[in-house]
T-cell receptor, first 116, second 111 residues
Framework: DTGVSQDPRHKITKRGQNVTFRCDPI?????LYWYRQTLGQGPEFLTY????????KSRLLSDRFSAERPKGSFSTLEIQRTEQGDSAMYLC??????????????FGPGTRLLVL | AQSVAQPEDQVNVAEGNPLTVKCTYS??????LFWYVQYPNRGLQFLLK??????LVKGSYGFEAEFNKSQTSFHLKKPSALVSDSALYFC?????????FGDGTTLTVKP
């Protein structure tokens, strides 16, 4: 399967703990996006990378959230000192910046986070 | 600021009837507009997009959408609905790399 993969698929943690999620994009895609989705809502943009550069970060993202893409391939999203309000599905997507598939995002299955 | 509105939480149609799922948007500049579909326990899948050119775009599974700049709309349509089209549909807008999604419309097609 050459789609976007995310790990883990599910994570249960206690409030105050740190969690880290990983996303592996489609190999030739150099753009990578992170979203958060809660029940009944559409995906909420968090941040995106072009290669290893983080080009945009939502103002809604608190300082407890950080994302990296050190070699322009996989990316990690870390949430420090988790709160119950962080419980959500975290989605990763990737895309090509040009060509017929310009800006078309391919989504991974998501990581479902539950903070107790 | 950019925004996307899907005014209907739910759309119900009978199999074989035409369907429309509505989307309106607000953005400065030229929008890139998308429709994605989410089936239960599956990730979001791309259906179709409008970047430029012909206002009527055709996508996967017989879906099409019409870009209307004056009404700032991008409604999703299909001439004849199938039960298998039942899913959650999201309209999205991308501008300068940042994407904004609507809250989704649940489409139910009844046999």
């Amino acid at each position: 399967d050459t789609g976007v993969s995310q790990d883990p698929r599910h994570k249960i943690t206690k409030r105050g703990q740190n969690v880290t999620f990983r996303c592996d994009p489609i190999s030739e895609h150099n753009r990578l996006y992170w979203y958060r989705q809660t029940l009944g809502q559409g995906p909420e943009f968090l941040t995106y990378f072009q290669n290893e550069a983080q080009l945009e970060k939502s103002r809604l993202l608190s300082d407890r959230f950080s994302a990296e893409r050190p070699k322009g391939s996989f990316s990690t999203l870390e949430i420090q000192r988790t709160e119950q309000g962080d419980s959500a599905m975290y989605l990763c997507a990737s895309s090509l910046p040009q060509g017929e598939l310009y800006e078309t995002q391919y989504f991974g299955p998501g990581t479902r986070l539950l903070v107790l | 600021a950019q925004s996307v509105a899907q005014p209907e939480d739910q759309v119900n149609v009978a199999e074989g009837n035409p369907l429309t799922v509505k989307c309106t948007y607000s953005v400065s500049g030229n929008p890139y507009l998308f429709w994605y579909v989410q089936y239960p326990n599956r990730g979001l899948q791309f259906l179709l997009k409008y970047i430029t050119g012909d206002n009527l775009v055709k996508g996967s599974y017989g879906f099409e959408a019409e870009f209307n700049k004056s009404q700032t709309s991008f409604h999703l349509k299909k001439p004849s609905a199938l039960v298998s089209d039942s899913a959650l549909y999201f309209c999205a807008l991308t501008n300068a790399g940042k994407s904004t999604f609507g809250d989704g419309t649940t489409l139910t097609v009844k046999p």
